[in-house]
């Protein structure tokens, strides 16, 4: 007991009081360490961040290399068809993941781009602002309004911790992969991206289809890969990773800019994250198609 004592006593006099740490906690005081000022950076110390990024972006590409030879992605190539389904869960989804492909196929002649949203994002209950919000989106990526179908589904809410359920979410795709006679289908793969439960339920979804042969064998099935944690904030440098690849849609700079601009259009999510996401999120500069893995 008398341990536990002293050794309480001990981290209570480590620990500065409420007061201090308001008045000292920011003073520069702080950012001292024996002997190195971090507020005096001078060329020098610029110089070595400099080599630092330098050498890390190298060692990165060397270590894709190598993993890329090691486990081939599973891939059809790019897109052939011309009638291209794509289906995201939430407004800002089809700019914040799938922008490279959106804008290079509604810039191909004869592909009619369509998209199904399966919710308002409602999670905030600003659903009505956000639908409003995906016209405009994609209106700068090229999508005709009469191309989008949102869902406003009781069933299928804008929530992390529901998980849709695979059959609605199966019918409602296959319904519309017929009716409108589409050749693509194009969505999130087992990891959903950002591993929002709503993007992989829809994944799942896909497969079940894919599983059940519920889809026309005309139809051809596509995944947006969910790029590993070490190139998914790589921002352009995945560009000069993967260009090579045969199964990837990069963006050039202008294409870049309608993303951009895509973006800006969901003002009510156009936080200062989101910015940082359109500048350094790999998937703004390029996409990864593999094929669903059933
Ligand atoms: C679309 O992507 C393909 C493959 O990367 C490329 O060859 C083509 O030029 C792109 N088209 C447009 C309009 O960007």
């Not at 409602?122 to 191309?147: A, H, K, T, V």
């Not at 889809?215 to 790029?227: Q, R």
């Not at 998937?283 to 198609?289: D, K």
Request: charged letters at 20%.
């Amino acid at each position: 007991m008398d341990y536990l004592n002293a050794s309480y006593r001990y981290v209570d006099e480590l620990l500065p009081s409420i007061e201090d740490l308001n008045s000292d906690f920011l003073s520069t005081d702080f950012l001292t360490v024996e002997g190195f000022d971090f507020l005096d950076i001078s060329w020098f110390h610029f110089f070595h961040v400099w080599l630092f990024l330098f050498m890390s972006s190298f060692i990165l590409i060397a270590l894709s290399h190598i993993y890329y030879k090691t486990y081939p992605e599973v891939s059809e190539g790019l897109i052939k068809g011309k009638r291209v389904l794509i289906v995201i869960a939430h407004p800002d989804d089809e700019c914040m993941f799938f922008g490279p492909t959106i804008v290079n196929l509604t810039k191909k002649s004869g592909v009619d781009v369509h998209l199904m949203c399966l919710s308002e994002g409602n999670y905030y209950g600003d659903g009505d602002i956000r639908s409003r919000e995906l016209l405009s989106s994609c209106q700068e990526l090229g999508i005709p309004l009469s191309n989008i179908r949102l869902f406003s589904n009781g069933h299928l809410p804008d929530d992390p911790l529901v998980d849709w359920d695979p059959e609605i979410v199966a019918s409602l795709i296959s319904w519309h992969v017929e009716a409108m006679a589409m050749d693509t289908l194009l969505t999130f793969d087992d990891r959903g991206v950002s591993g929002h439960r709503n993007h992989i339920a829809i994944s799942r979804s896909v497969n079940v289809l894919l599983s059940e042969n519920r889809l026309p064998s005309s139809c051809k099935c596509y995944a947006l890969k969910s790029e590993s944690i070490f190139l998914k904030y790589t921002g352009f440098l995945i560009v000069f990773l993967k260009r090579k690849h045969s199964n990837v849609y990069v963006s050039s700079h202008t294409d870049h800019k309608t993303i951009k601009n895509a973006m800006s259009k969901h003002a009510s999510q156009y936080v200062w994250f989101r910015k940082l996401f359109v500048t350094f999120s790999s998937y703004c500069y390029l996409n990864t198609l593999v094929c669903p893995q059933i």
